[in-house]
């Protein structure tokens, strides 16, 4: 009787004394709340993130995430994170790997990255200790990491392609409305029937 007294009573200390900081107007939750509420903008960025993966004889030759970041950032009410405003460009979070190379850069050894055709406007490298970095999905310690600006456009579906001249080209195809999880598995069951 005593322990399942003195449980409850740690339990409530625990739960009472938890720190909440308040930012932007809004409550943070607290640790323990955290483990059962669903982290939005890491769900949003993880619903808009593709791979591209160019290959030649069975070996991975370069390896790219990228992340639409409009859509992640667009409703969000605090932007101490993410100051930049998204109405003058499309932004992507944009991870490179290339096995045997001191640097991950995307832009050079012929390697390209366009939005429909069209070059970067702006690519800024992320540091190591980058806010970003700790939101995005499919973060590993041994690529490189670039906040990616193109030009704004007007359609609703483009294409970002990652390609290199001796390696061929992988195309990603992201979307400025909703679009299911597993869009990939929807088309093929199209197809078929």
């Known amino acids: 009787m ?32 955290q483990l059962f509420t669903r982290d939005e903008v890491y769900h949003k960025a993880l619903m808009n993130t593709q791979k591209a993966q160019l290959m030649a004889s069975f070996e991975t030759k370069a390896l ?9 950032f667009k409703n969000r009410p605090c932007k101490k994170r993410f100051k930049d405003e998204l109405k003058d460009g499309e932004y992507f979070f944009v991870g490179v790997y290339i096995p045997n190379s001191g640097k ?14 069209k070059r970067p406007i702006e690519v800024k490298k992320l540091d190591k200790d980058d806010p970003l970095r700790y939101e995005m999905p499919m973060v590993d310690n041994w690529s490189t990491y670039y906040k990616v600006k193109f030009k704004k456009t007007n359609k609703n579906n483009f294409n970002l392609i990652f390609e290199n001249d001796r390696f061929g080209r992988d195309i990603l195809n992201f979307s400025k409305g909703q679009k299911p999880l597993f869009e990939s598995l929807t088309d093929l069951n199209r197809e078929q029937n």
């Not at 790219?64 to 992640?72: E, I, S």
């Open 64 to 72: 790219l995430t990228a992340t639409y970041l409009n859509p992640v």
């Open 104 to 117: 991950n850069k995307f832009n050079t050894k012929g390697y390209s990255l366009t939005l429909d055709g």
């Open 2 to 33: 005593y322990r399942k007294v003195l449980l409850l009573a740690s339990v409530l200390v625990v739960l009472g004394c938890s720190e909440k900081n308040e930012e932007c107007g809004f409550q943070d939750k607290s640790d323990f709340e």
